[in-house]
């Protein structure tokens, strides 16, 4: 069984920074592709940042402020959001591409945590 654990969300005043943490564990055989996503009240989900063999990727509105990165060690990614901005508010969600012990490759989603950006 593999999960997900994100902590790092709270309440933060606009122009200030958080950091999000993501910890997969279970019976994992190797992790590839490893991603945040946000979700806004009445919004669509996004991919926010991702990281992969290839490199990171991230979405326009906030390159330059997020940087994604992660410890292959630990099975961990990391989102550090700086100079926040309200509408990066929502709750943000880790995604990975995990092949289990059984040789089966899924994707997996975290339980999200909550980042608040007041103006």
């Known amino acids: 069984q593999v999960q997900l654990v994100e902590s790092g969300g709270g309440l933060v005043q606009a122009g200030g920074s958080l950091r999000l943490s993501c910890v997969a564990s279970?019976?994992?055989?190797?992790?590839?592709?490893m991603g945040w996503y946000r979700q806004a009240p009445g919004k669509q989900r996004e991919l926010v940042a991702a990281i992969d063999s290839s490199g990171t990727n991230y979405l326009d509105s906030v390159k330059g402020r997020f940087t994604i990165s992660r410890d292959n060690a630990k099975n961990t990614v990391y989102l550090q959001m700086n100079s926040l901005k309200p509408e990066d508010t929502a709750v943000y969600f880790c995604n990975a591409r995990i092949r289990d012990s059984y040789m089966r490759r899924n994707d997996y989603w975290g339980q999200g945590t909550q980042v608040t950006v007041s103006s």
């Open positions: 279970g019976s994992i055989l190797s992790v590839s592709a």
